[in-house]
């Protein structure tokens, strides 16, 4: 019963929405943008579909548990052959209300980015920006935030390369990879962007509220044939490991740094012992990098510019928002605010994800 009644719990959001939505969209600054109308309604059908189906789903909960407590304490043997019937129907048919709704959410966007995209596996790089060691630790807590996603969808993850500060992270970057099946870029790629953070800091003896920021970005990735490289191209540059080895940080040159030249993007890895390995899994990084800058452009090419913001991400733009004092995270793309910080600091984000999903495949 745990799992279906979590289900009515995530789903409970999306009413939520769709209550907020159908008082906010016949504003008069709303009815008198055209653009802006038109989208915001497409994203009300579609909630209210999901909740027509969240309604029929609780309808059939309530008779799950009823046919559960006669299989459990009807003393007549032919009634708890019915209830164990009922039971076994009732669980098929929450299975495809669910398919149902998952279906709505996903609608078009494997038809319009393709689907093999939406399956690649991910290099994700996090790196501090305005706010100094705030901006360090808040690095590190919304590292924490993934991984613990990661662990609920069962995604593995190695830590490719990552420079420390003084406090928390100034940058780390992380291998994710999962089963065939799993969308890790379908899912991931609206995270890509400018997450702002507003908490008291621990060190602020006065008590005031501190705004910083750090940088997100997602990106596929792809195998060696798909991302032709000259070795021409590149520059490649050897230093002096910074991060966790003992002695060896200062004995050997096993980190390595990689420019490609045409253009200018650079990666580093310094995580592993041997340089050999390190240049390996900076390869893997610039080509990931080289592949998305590409993807970008044909997006870009092919005026579909305000999805791509949800999509792929602009790394300049300002995606996200979260508010301490007031227990609130904020996805700006599209002003959703979910009023349990806490909650989704420690992983439960599929929610957020789950409604750019549908701003998306509009």
């Not at 602020?204 to 705004?211: A, F, K, N, P």
Request: aromatic share 8%; proline share 2%; with cysteine.
């Amino acid at each position: 019963m745990k799992k279906y009644e979590s289900i009515v719990i995530e789903l409970e959001s999306y009413k939520e929405e769709l209550l907020y939505l159908s008082k906010h969209i016949i504003k008069p600054n709303i009815l008198s943008d055209h653009k802006k109308y038109k989208l915001l309604l497409n994203r009300y059908n579609k909630l209210d579909k999901i909740v027509f189906f969240y309604n029929e789903y609780k309808k059939k909960l309530i008779s799950l548990k009823e046919a559960i407590y006669m299989l459990e304490h009807d003393p007549d043997e032919e009634m708890k052959i019915l209830a164990f019937q009922e039971k076994i129907k009732i669980q098929n048919e929450l299975h495809l209300l669910k398919k149902k709704i998952d279906n709505i959410i996903n609608y078009k966007s494997e038809k319009k980015y393709g689907k093999k995209e939406d399956y690649r596996d991910v290099i994700l790089e996090i790196r501090s920006g305005t706010g100094g060691d705030e901006a360090c630790l808040f690095v590190e807590d919304i590292l924490r935030m993934y991984i613990m996603y990661f662990k609920k969808l069962k995604w593995k993850y190695n830590i490719i390369n990552f420079q420390k500060g003084s406090k928390g992270y100034k940058e780390i970057v992380l291998d994710i990879h999962g089963e065939k099946k799993d969308k890790i870029y379908g899912n991931l790629k609206f995270e890509s962007g400018v997450h702002r953070v507003q908490r008291i800091p621990k060190t602020e003896s006065q008590g005031r509220l501190h705004t910083s920021a750090i940088t997100v970005a997602v990106l596929p990735k792809v195998e060696s044939v798909e991302v032709n490289l000259h070795i021409s191209d590149i520059k490649k540059e050897t230093f002096r490991s910074s991060g966790a080895g003992g002695q060896h940080v200062n004995k050997t040159e096993s980190a390595v740094r990689l420019t490609h030249l045409p253009t200018k993007i650079t990666v580093e890895c310094q995580e592993e012992r041997s340089q050999h390995k390190n240049f390996e899994k900076a390869m893997i990084v610039l080509k990931s990098k080289i592949y998305k800058n590409k993807m970008d452009k044909m997006i870009k090419e092919r005026s579909i510019k305000r999805k791509s913001l949800i999509s792929t991400g602009d790394r300049s733009v300002k995606i996200r928002t979260y508010n301490y004092p007031n227990n609130r995270v904020t996805d700006h793309r599209i002003n959703k605010s979910i009023h349990n910080l806490f909650d989704f600091m420690n992983g439960n984000i599929q929610n957020m994800i789950d409604s750019l999903k549908l701003i998306e495949n509009n």
